[in-house]
């Protein structure tokens, strides 16, 4: 059950519009089961996301059912103009 980096990271909010960025298959499956809800699209991405880590699907694909759910959910940070200019890629932490 390895987690392969994605070829390009997501980032998404999480809490008070705080931006935080997922690296890899279980970072955005850990997000998947701690997000507060229960919609198809949460659902698919978090299966998505097991299938990858079990090696049948690749990273990639995982990778795009996440963003769908991401950006159904209006999270997914699509315009890192947004992004505080000292981010770099550091999570938050409140």
């Excluded at 998404?12 to 960025?21: A, D, E, N, Y």
């Amino acid at each position: 059950m390895l987690s392969k980096p994605f070829e390009t990271p997501i980032r998404v909010w999480v809490g008070l519009g705080f931006p935080r960025q997922l690296n890899t298959v279980v970072d955005a499956y850990q997000f998947a089961c701690e997000w507060c809800g229960n919609s198809p699209e949460q659902k698919a991405a978090i299966r998505a996301c097991k299938v990858a880590l079990s090696g049948d699907i690749d990273a990639e694909t995982a990778r795009g059912v996440f963003v769908a759910f991401a950006r159904r959910k209006d999270i997914l940070i699509e315009d890192e103009a947004v992004l505080p200019p000292d981010w770099k890629g550091r999570p938050y932490h409140v």
